[in-house]
């Protein structure tokens, strides 16, 4: 079974960097046909898609968000990052790690972390 | 950038009733369509992909339909641990997901 685990501070000031880990279990971030997400989502409200990280190093961002966010990844401890920099009160949200598929089957996401509240304050 | 809708916003159902959930993106995302369950404090967890494909472990009373840009969600006979809240994605372009629609009892 995959699982994924955000790990990262709480509270964040504003226009300072929010930074967050996601630690994978049960799969590595090599294996084909797979990328590597960042979903979002405010307190109340919707979810967002931030960004997905591949393997080879390439990345997909959300065009609302590309200039401020930044994706790697540490293949030795099988994680992978995420920072946003110059961040507001609107980036207070609870931040998912996902798996995405990656594919001629679809792109959706089949496992979830359980979730990090990023406050920004 | 697709926007995705969802109706209704809220839908009270009865344990045991069908539950049939919409949802409608800005344009064309042929098949590429999920759904997902999220209850409080979880994460969200995939339902059904490629609009009609049951995700390992879900249930046959969940059932999804749809092309282009109209879809449904149908819960055939409600259980007590359905009620939550349900969220459509399109993967056609980069991903967006729709507001959600919470059932409740």
């Known amino acids: 079974q995959v699982q994924l685990q955000e790990s990262g501070p709480g509270l964040v000031k504003p226009s300072e960097t929010l930074s967050l880990t996601c630690s994978v279990s049960g799969d590595s971030i090599r294996s084909d046909g797979f990328s590597w997400a960042w979903i979002r989502q405010p307190p109340g409200k919707g979810l967002e898609w931030i960004g997905s990280?591949?393997?080879?190093?390439?990345?997909f961002h959300n065009p609302s968000l590309k200039s401020r966010v930044t994706m790697s990844k540490d293949t030795s401890k099988n994680q992978f990052s995420l920072k946003m920099n110059s961040v507001t009160s609107s980036d207070t949200a609870v931040y998912f790690c996902?798996?995405?598929?990656w594919g001629s089957g679809g792109y959706y996401f089949d496992f979830w972390g359980q979730g990090t509240l990023a406050t920004v304050s | 950038e697709v926007v995705m809708t969802q109706s209704p916003a809220t839908l009270s159902v009865s344990p045991g009733e069908r539950a049939t959930l919409s949802c409608r993106a800005s344009?064309?995302?042929?098949?590429?369509l999920a759904w997902y369950q999220q209850k409080p404090g979880q994460a969200p967890r995939l339902l059904i992909y490629?609009?009609?494909t049951r995700a390992t472990g879900i249930p046959a009373r969940f059932s999804g339909s749809g092309s282009g840009t109209e879809f449904t969600l149908t819960i055939s006979s409600l259980q007590s641990e359905d009620f939550a809240v349900y969220y459509c994605?399109?993967?056609?372009?980069?991903?967006?997901f729709g507001p959600g629609t919470k059932v409740d009892i």
């Open positions: 990280l591949f393997y080879s190093g390439g990345a």
């Open positions: 994605q399109q993967y056609n372009y980069w991903p967006t």
């Open positions: 996902a798996r995405q598929l």
């Open positions: 344009q064309s995302v042929r098949s590429d």
């Open positions: 490629n609009v009609s």
